[in-house]
């Protein structure tokens, strides 16, 4: 039985009982009633409505929360990235960073403050800051470099990982392997060669052969600058004595003029003797 009609059974059951109450009375009764009808309806009605908007307005929480959160993140970085082409940037703290094409460089907006960390991928120069506190440190991904203020160029992409010191010293640790660069020295890093140190041919270096095969004392010299060197085989055993001090060219041209060859360059990583 409804509402309505439980008032209106006891409504006549009354009238029945009492004649003698008047119009007024009546009309009094009745709309005691039709308040407490209205009242009973607004309370569902602010039940229902209540039942929508919760999910609402919960949902509507979550979503801002989850949205403040991703900005945040975001906002903690700074990206710096090249496309088809490359581009020079200047970070922060000094330091002049040259991105070849399809690379990116990573730090945080409190780069400077306390430290100076940055994530790489991709190949670049870089000239690095002095700050003896606060040295460079580059997460290169398998391996990391750090730098207290230098110039070096660094290629994170290739099958061959290298960096090649021009100015200043830098730090490499690759797993539990840590090697240091000094200038016009190279650090590379393949499945053939891992963790291999080498130089530039314009580096000096102190060579000593005591009656050393001419093939031997080649052989030290490719080892040493990452180049390969080919001769007439009829020299291979010859002996070489000596102290010499000297780039590749040099100390190439001094061992080899006693057989009369001279070195001539056929690209950055080949030398022939004639």
């Known amino acids: 039985m ?14 029945e009982d ?53 900005e945040t993140e975001i906002e903690k970085k700074y990206v710096y990235e090249t496309l088809e082409s490359g581009q020079s940037f200047k970070l922060p703290d000094g330091s002049l960073i040259e991105l070849q094409p399809y690379s ?17 991928t991709g190949q670049g120069k870089f000239s690095v800051a002095k700050d003896k506190k606060k040295p460079f440190r580059i997460n290169a991904g398998e391996f990391n470099v750090q730098v207290l203020g230098t110039q070096f160029f660094l290629d994170q992409r290739s099958a061959e990982k290298k960096v090649e010191l021009f100015e200043g010293k830098v730090k490499i640790e690759h797993g539990k392997m840590i090697t240091y660069l000094l200038p016009k020295e190279i650090w590379i890093n393949d499945p053939q060669r891992p963790d291999y140190h080498y130089y530039h041919p314009e580096k000096q270096r102190n060579f000593t052969f005591d009656h050393t095969a001419y093939s031997e004392a080649i052989q030290h010299l490719e080892n040493t600058y990452n180049i390969s060197i080919s001769y007439p ?10 102290a010499f001090t000297g780039n590749l060219e040099e100390v190439l041209s001094v061992i080899s003029f006693p057989f009369n060859l001279k070195p001539k360059k056929i690209n950055e990583k080949e030398i022939i003797l004639k």
């Open 18 to 70: 009492q004649n003698k109450i008047d119009d007024i009375t009546d009309h009094k009764i009745w709309m005691g009633i039709e308040r407490k009808i209205e009242k009973k309806r607004a309370v569902k009605k602010l039940y229902w409505v209540a039942a929508v908007l919760v999910p609402f307005f919960a949902l509507f929480i979550v979503f801002k929360t989850i949205g403040t959160a991703s």
């Open 233 to 242: 085989p009829q020299f291979k055993n010859k002996k070489v004595s000596g």
């Open 104 to 120: 990116k460089l990573v730090l945080d907006k409190s780069f400077g403050q306390n430290d100076r960390e940055v994530v790489f």
């Open 2 to 15: 409804s509402l309505e009609e439980e008032f209106e059974k006891n409504w006549k059951s009354a009238s």
